[in-house]
């Protein structure tokens, strides 16, 4: 009697369809790309905002806040759409990765530390983190613009920001329950 390899064994047509449907992610994925694309045109355009009002004297005038809070205010939106954009690749790749297709980045030099070892569990934690960053600048830029804003603005901000971490934190810790020893070692 042969035994049959992996690679050899068919499925029958309903499973096959089924495991073949997930390639229907593909294009959600490579709609993420395209989405990564505008960030990456929206954040040179506040770049060069920047760089115009503040080396080339150009731009809209004193405006509200002085020049350093405008300075701090344009840097913390970059950051946010870095920080966005990490987050993007992040779904984008580890998605692609845990639910459509391997990779096969293994021996890459460039292959991220993080894809060595994720899956579904660990791509929310790193996803639930990566939102509280970013409602961490959202949350900073409200409390530099809060003599204009109303209480229940910033109450609500907060409120939401800390949904996020208790979240995260209930993520984490979920993942960390239902992992096995040896893994949850891994992850110390």
């Keep these: 009697m042969t035994t049959q390899t992996h690679s050899s064994r068919r499925l029958a047509p309903l499973p096959y369809l089924i495991f073949a449907s997930r390639w229907l992610q593909l294009p ?7 989405a990564q694309a505008i960030y990456v045109v929206q954040f040179l355009r506040e770049l060069w905002h920047l760089i115009d009002t503040t080396l ?18 344009t840097v913390l939106g970059l950051i ?3 920080m966005i954009s990490n987050l993007l690749i992040m779904v984008i ?6 639910f ?10 460039d292959q991220p530390e993080w894809l060595s070892h994720v899956n ?25 613009k809060a003599s204009e804003l109303p ?10 920001h800390l949904t996020f971490v208790v979240s995260a934190v209930a993520i984490a810790l979920i993942d960390r329950i239902m992992s096995p020893p040896a893994r949850a070692a891994a992850h110390a």
């Design 28 to 34: 959600l994925y490579l709609g993420l790309i395209v």
């Design 56 to 73: 080339l004297g150009g731009g809209g005038g004193p405006g509200p806040y002085s020049p350093e809070v405008m300075i701090m205010l």
């Design 80 to 82: 946010d759409v870095v």
């Design 93 to 98: 790749v580890g998605g692609y990765e845990t």
């Design 100 to 109: 459509v297709s391997r990779l096969r980045l293994e021996g890459h030099p």
């Design 120 to 144: 579904a569990a660990v791509l929310k934690v790193k996803l639930a983190t990566a939102i509280i960053g970013i409602s961490s600048i959202h949350l900073l830029a409200t409390f530099i």
């Design 151 to 160: 209480d229940r603005v910033i109450f609500w901000q907060l409120v939401l």
